[in-house]
């Protein structure tokens, strides 16, 4: 199965930024579609950013205008560069993959997380 690890979160103060690192491993079929999620405790799981291999990206609204994805094919490897950050920022941050091309929907491969902390 495929497997995705992040990397890259820790506490940070408001404003501050963090670059969000996701790996995948263990494909047997091309992985077409990386994304990011995140949940906060207490609360359903959001979508964030998500690119293809051919870097089509979507950034959600929430975010769009301090948040950035990016990818590296040959690395397998999807980042989320988050800047200004607020504290409803804070939550755990989901790597999420597909093979289809589909910025849309969810894909069925999930990251372990990495947590995101906010403080004042």
């Known amino acids: 199965q495929v497997q995705l690890v992040e990397s890259g979160g820790g506490l940070v103060q408001a404003g501050g930024s963090l670059r969000l690192s996701c790996v995948a491993s263990?494909?047997?079929?091309?992985?077409?579609?990386m994304a990011w999620y995140r949940q906060a405790p207490g609360e359903q799981r959001e979508f964030v950013a998500a690119?293809?291999?051919?870097?089509?990206?979507n950034i959600a609204d929430s975010v769009k205008d301090r948040f950035d994805i990016s990818k590296d094919n040959a690395k397998n490897t999807v980042y989320l560069q988050m800047n200004s950050l607020k504290l409803g920022d804070t939550a755990v941050y989901y790597c999420?993959?597909?093979?289809?091309?589909?910025?849309?929907?969810?894909?069925?491969?999930w990251g372990q997380g990495t947590q995101v902390t906010v403080s004042s």
């Open positions: 999420n993959a597909d093979e289809d091309y589909d910025l849309d929907n969810v894909g069925d491969y």
């Open positions: 263990g494909m047997r079929f091309a992985i077409n579609t």
């Open positions: 690119i293809t291999s051919g870097g089509r990206w």
